[in-house]
């Protein structure tokens, strides 16, 4: 290759990177390195393509490629960033926990709004509006895995910025649980069928309207005081056939021993289902939910606001059970999760 035809060649790299847009400074950071890592690929093999057959050419030129896609990446407006820290609460994270994300800055936040695996982060005030509290649930079957909550805040003066914190999920290995139960409740006859896939639908759309508004106050109660019978996460094997996991606790009690409310919340749904029996399920706010299965009968009416501690049903055996007891649950937005790491501080606040 003579000098000519190299020189010309750079020309047209030159003007081809002239042409290309510099890297978007508030794009989440994952997309920008993965960016300027295809810019240094691309220069790297423009540089062994074109300008390997002239050596003197090779060595001036291939420093000055490499430095190219970095160079973009250090606007001054990276300085105006507003500095924010981030935390989740309870790491690490497994399968079935809840997951609490604190995020302060330097200056006033006014909005927060974040995503983690689909699913929408519902957000809170703490601290005299200072720090704000990003719930979310990590289903009892995640994989285990690095997965990201991907968000935008806003501030009181000046541009919203996006953000970007990875979390790791750590591998779970639940027990296995045989139990046996009536044979309706494993083979279903075709009205049992129907109507407990209707029963599924109808929560499934409970779980994706939770009232936007904080209900719960303080740590939550174990709604009966008595020890756990089985716990929770455990893989099933029902009349030996596997069936969903066990997404809740079952808490070992006599028929007709109160059963309260975990904390405060609005009653979405008071009704006989089929495989849970009398139910009660509780709508905490910002996608927070209690389920109370198997009862003996319901103190409560779909649409009343309850109080922390009050009583709304009492232990039975009604539905899928092996004898009485209280099936205790909850999810967060669609997220299946241990209701009793909700006694514990960590949503307290
Ligand atoms: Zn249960």
Redesign the pocket.
């Known amino acids: 290759m003579s000098r000519n035809s190299s020189h010309h060649l750079l020309c047209r790299h030159k003007a081809r990177l002239l042409l290309r847009l510099p890297l978007d400074p508030a794009a989440p950071v994952v997309p920008r390195v993965r960016e300027c890592a295809e810019r240094w690929t691309d220069n790297l093999l423009f540089a062994l393509r074109e300008c390997l057959p002239d050596r003197r050419l090779f060595c001036r030129v291939f420093p000055l490629l490499l430095w190219l896609p970095i160079v973009p990446q250090l606007p001054p407006e990276h300085a105006e960033l507003v500095p924010v820290q981030f935390k989740i609460s309870n790491e690490p994270l497994f399968p079935g926990d809840p997951l609490r994300l604190a995020i302060s800055a330097e200056k006033a936040i006014s909005r927060a709004e974040a995503s983690f695996g689909g699913q929408r982060v519902a957000f809170y005030r703490v601290a005299g509006g200072r720090e704000w509290i990003g719930l979310a649930g990590v289903d009892l079957e995640t994989k285990a895995g690095r997965y990201s909550i991907q968000g935008v805040l806003s501030f009181e003066e000046g541009p919203s910025q996006p953000f970007e914190r990875h979390v790791r999920i750590v591998p779970k290995r639940f027990p296995v649980q045989r139990i046996r139960v009536d044979e309706k409740y494993v083979t279903l006859n075709p009205e049992d069928s129907k109507r407990s896939e209707a029963e599924s639908r109808k929560l499934e759309a409970i779980w994706k309207t939770s009232s936007g508004q904080k209900l719960w106050e303080g740590r939550f109660l174990k709604p009966v005081s008595s020890e756990l019978s ?1 716990g929770f996460g455990r893989r099933r094997i029902v009349n030996n056939k596997p069936r969903s996991p ?5 808490i070992k009690a006599e028929t007709g021993t109160h059963i309260i409310a975990a904390n405060s919340g609005r009653v979405v749904l008071a009704d006989d289902l089929f495989y849970s029996g009398k139910t009660v399920v509780l709508d905490h706010g910002l996608g927070l939910y209690t389920f109370y ?2 009862c003996s009968r319901l103190d409560v009416k779909q649409g009343e606001l309850i109080k922390k501690g009050a009583v709304i049903a009492a232990v039975g055996s009604t539905g899928r059970v092996t004898g009485p ?1 209280l ?3 909850c999810r967060i937005h669609e997220a299946r999760v241990d209701p009793i790491k909700l006694t514990s501080s960590l949503l307290a606040e």
């Open positions: 089985s066990h997404s809740g606790v079952d299965g198997h007891h099936h205790w649950a």
